[in-house]
């Protein structure tokens, strides 16, 4: 008996020991806020809807009080927004179904902006994740995987992020920008064990896409995609916790997404 209770003991200290120890990492971290805000600047793709905002209310009620509330709509891919792996393939993970596990975790980056600045239609390739592994090692296994092209220094200048400023289907073969090719999705699928991707332009597969392959092969295996993340270039190549929450659209093929990271150690 006397064991019982020295071991529930143990256990209840080593518990406690752990809870400060996040409590503490967490507050001594650095949060970076990976996503942009939205309004009627915010980047959509040239066929879907972009954000509306109507004021419902705004200003001093009959009772002497301030109050305001808007209605807002919509679609669901634009801005920093999430992408279910059900947006390309049928029967996988809708934007309620992804478990938490799957949108939170250590973050890797890989910088191919000294590359894709140069070449709008630049494919991210198996070479640049094999660069990066022979610096810093091979990927973890559970990794949510970053690229950053350097477009996101072009947010929100649809010219220069998208290729064009058009609207409408006629936009869409004006596209430029740079993304994953297909082969490095389908390597990393094949290779390593990553939970989710994301990167600083509109799309995971590039600008000049016709079969959005890169979609097909990652949505496949419920990988789910960020898209339009901010900020990568305040992240460390790794070493970072990303927390990507989306709105919780029942069904939803995806949605705005509030991604943040959290960087340890103080600046
Ligand atoms: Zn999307």
Sequence with gaps: MRWLLFLMLLAFISCSEK???IAEELSDGKWIDLSYDFSDKTIYWPTANGFKMDTSFNGTTPGGFYYSAYNYCAAEHGGTHLDAPVHFAKGKWAAD??????????????????KALKDADYLISVNDIEAW??????????????????????????????????????????????????????????????????????????????????????????????ENVANLDKLPVKGAFVIALPMKIKGGSGGPLRIVAIVPGKE
């Design 133 to 226: 592994e022979k610096t810093n090692g091979k990927l973890k296994d559970d990794i949510i995987l970053l690229f950053r092209t350097g477009y996101g220094s072009f947010y929100p200048d649809a010219k220069k992020y998208l290729g064009t400023d058009e609207r409408g289907l006629d936009a869409v073969a004006k596209l430029h920008f740079p993304a994953i090719h297909p082969d490095a999705a389908e390597w990393l699928v094949k290779n390593r064990k990553i939970k989710a991707v994301g990167l600083d332009v509109a799309s995971v597969d590039y600008g000049q896409s016709k079969d959005f392959r890169t979609h097909q092969i990652l949505y496949e295996q419920n990988i789910p995609g960020f």
């Design 19 to 21: 809870d400060e120890s």
């Design 97 to 114: 179904e992804i478990p938490l596990e799957k949108l939170t975790g250590a973050a890797a980056i890989i910088d191919v902006s000294g």
